[in-house]
């Protein structure tokens, strides 16, 4: 097996960011970047919650959403935001403006856009419960995360840190495909790739059901019951494949995260031969190196109105 670490979560979130800026629902996108045009005469206030090392910060400037935007990131790693702290200072002295430091991060300004850039190490469902935070931002972004939390229970909570009529941009919520080829046994890879979904289902955070293998399909319902007006919604789903020179950027590495996390997951899972899981693995990896794997995973995105 290859003996590489594949473990660096940061390096996994920095590796993605190629494969999600491919995977971003445009139509959803652009509807979003619509409805804040009317918005675009004051600076709009962001909040991501579970921003990991803050990529959708970098997302938003690149795209261009808004010309002035006050983005507040929280994460409740502190690996993830120290990175995001010293990453993303150093991104933003290479865009060409000025950056100041300010107490929970920086802002950066060039004659056509601003971004104020604070980074916060908290659990997100604490920091929404905040009596400071109940409807004070114009967009709600989460970005690869519902997957991983109690929707019904935390989405209430989410929505709430917002101002009547604001915005919340839902984003690469898995829904229950995966697929890996070529696939050399067919129904182990099936009984395989069914019990890593039953190990999202069966996720506990804090002894509470935490995570959702279809969660994609289900937030239009969740959305529904919250009063949220869907605006759009549309799939975003993961596709690497290798091109003639291998995987583009550093598409190699989330591909190697994304095998070890199943191996992780069910190396000593009871319905399957230990031996079989290993072999596998070295042998999805061995895949990657040589170029030859491809990786799908469907996921959905949501934009609505509050
Ligand atoms: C799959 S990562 C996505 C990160 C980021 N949105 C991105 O796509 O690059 C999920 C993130 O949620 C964070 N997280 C999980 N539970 C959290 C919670 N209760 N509060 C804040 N962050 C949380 C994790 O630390 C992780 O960074």
Not at 108 to 131: C, G, H, K, N, Y
């Amino acid at each position: 097996m290859n003996t590489h670490d594949f473990s660096d979560f940061q390096r996994y979130l920095a590796a993605k960011v190629s494969v999600d800026d491919r995977s971003l629902n445009k139509d959803v996108w652009n509807s979003l970047f619509r409805a804040l045009h009317p918005w675009r005469e004051r600076p709009l206030r962001v909040l991501d919650v579970g921003a990991g090392i803050g990529t959708m910060a970098q997302r938003l400037w690149r795209w261009r959403l808004h010309p002035h935007i006050l983005y507040t990131g929280v994460d409740l790693s502190s690996e993830n935001i120290d990175h995001a702290q010293a990453q993303l200072q150093e991104w933003a002295r290479g865009r060409g403006g000025s950056v100041l430091r300010t107490a929970n991060g920086f802002v950066l300004r060039t004659s056509t856009q601003q971004m104020t850039i604070s980074l916060i190490q908290e659990d997100a469902l604490s920091f929404v419960r905040r009596p400071e935070q109940q409807g004070a931002w114009d967009l709600l972004i989460a970005h690869a995360f519902l997957d991983l939390v109690d929707i019904a229970a935390v989405l209430p909570q989410l929505l709430a840190t917002l101002k009547q009529g604001g915005f919340c941009y839902l984003t690469l919520n898995f829904d229950g495909v995966t697929i890996f080829e070529p696939v050399a046994e067919p129904s182990f890879e099936t009984k395989l790739i069914a019990l890593y979904h039953q190990s999202m289902d069966q996720r506990l955070i804090e002894g509470r059901l935490s995570g959702d293998s279809r969660a994609g399909r289900h937030l239009f319902a969740h959305l529904n019951a919250a009063g949220v007006d869907v605006m759009a919604a549309g799939a975003s789903d993961w596709v690497v494949i290798p091109q003639k020179d291998g995987y583009p950027e550093d598409e190699a590495y989330f591909l190697h995260f994304i095998v070890h996390t199943v191996f992780q997951e069910l190396v000593d899972h009871p319905q399957l031969d230990r031996d079989q899981v290993v072999a596998w693995t070295q042998e999805r990896h061995a895949q990657i190196d040589a170029g030859t794997l491809v990786y799908i995973a469907h996921q959905l995105d949501y934009l609505g109105r509050k």
